[in-house]
């Protein structure tokens, strides 16, 4: 209930807000467990993700210093977000997800872009 609760709200302020279409979405698997891997772009992928695939069987990794922030702590939970330590290596985050993958769900994993960072 509370995952259709949000995708409805995300929808609706999509569509509010923007001008949006999806591209491919015929190319995504019926059903699960499968791995769903998109380009970061901004904090707009959390309301398009689950717009366009989002449902009860979607997860996905979260930075874990969302964890503390009042705002998006409530709906990265309710989203059901899986907080992973970044830059380092994260047992229990990975664990989680291959729980979730094992109930025959989706993984939302998103990459990050290089703009702006510095190359190691």
Known sequence: MRVRLLRWFFSSLIKLLSRSRAEGLENLPARG?????????????????????????LAGWVAAKWRTNP???????????????????????????TTWLNCVCILWVTGFTCSGREST
């Open 71 to 97: 705002l998006l702590w409530p709906i990265l939970r309710m989203a059901r977000g899986i907080f992973i330590r970044r830059g380092e290596v994260d047992r229990g985050a990975l664990e989680a997800a």
């Open 33 to 57: 467990p499968y791995i769903l891997v998109s380009n970061h772009m901004s904090m707009a992928d959390i309301p398009l993700g689950y717009t366009y695939v989002g449902g009860e069987e």
